[in-house]
């Protein structure tokens, strides 16, 4: 069946680092796939998707290219900052409007 | 200010006890959703619905009930059936031209003492 599954956290940065957070899925033929942020004690937002396969999204500095050929999804970010501090979800769209959610990765910022 | 509002924002229950949790929108969303959060697990769905007076249970739908009598409403019950119902709950909504996104309110942390 399809499923999402993400690296570990936390991942631990020093202000201005690079960020990639990886992200696999398997699924039948090319679901739509997306990043989603939750910020402390908050619910989550949509930070970038990309529909079909080669597709890149891009959101407030982040990106993720969606590569069929890996079936990845990586989030990548070139400079963060103390206010990216978060959890990050990726999740793949199954049939009737359902999402199917990775663990989440969560993500500290030291300036 | 088009969103989604949970309330309360912290609720406490003795064992054995139902309890509702609220999630109303106001962005004209057909489809609204109700996830589970525990710490250090991704989201899994309880409920949804595509329409109003229409649902369909998720993966984890036992021990919850919902209902959706209005567009706009789309109320949980965890019911004292649930055997582990401590958990932060997420209330989403999707709809018109980008239907794959779901809109999040900012979530009910209940705690069953």
Redesign the interface.
């Known amino acids: 069946g399809n499923s999402v599954t993400q690296m570990e956290g936390p991942v631990t940065l020093s202000e201005e680092a690079f960020l990639t957070i990886n992200c696999t899925y398997t699924a039948t033929g090319y679901p739509s796939l997306f990043w989603y942020v939750q910020y402390p004690g908050e619910g989550l937002q949509l930070l970038l998707k990309a529909t079909k396969a080669d597709d890149k999204g891009s959101n407030k500095g982040f990106e993720a290219t969606y590569r069929k050929e890996t079936t990845s999804f990586h989030l990548e970010k070139g400079s963060v900052q103390v206010s990216d501090s978060a959890v990050y979800f990726c999740a793949l769209k199954r049939s009737n409007y359902q999402l199917i959610w990775g663990a989440g990765t969560k993500l500290i910022i030291k300036p | 200010d088009g969103g989604?509002t949970?309330s309360p924002k912290y609720l406490f229950r003795k064992e054995g006890q139902n309890v509702t949790l609220s999630c109303e929108q106001n962005l004209n969303h057909d489809?609204m959703?109700w996830y589970r959060q525990d710490p250090?697990?991704?989201?899994?769905?309880i409920y949804?619905s595509?329409i109003v007076n229409d649902f369909?249970k998720?993966d984890i739908a036992e021990g919850y009930s919902v209902s959706r009598e209005k567009k706009e409403s789309f109320p949980l019950t965890v019911t004292s059936a649930q055997k582990n119902p401590t958990a932060f709950y997420?209330c989403?909504s999707?709809g018109g031209g980008g239907?794959?996104?779901?809109?999040?309110?900012?979530?009910t942390r209940l705690t069953v003492l």
């Open positions: 989604i949970q489809a959703y250090g697990q991704g989201l899994r769905l949804y595509q369909q998720g997420l989403a999707s239907r794959d996104t779901q809109y999040f309110g900012p979530g």
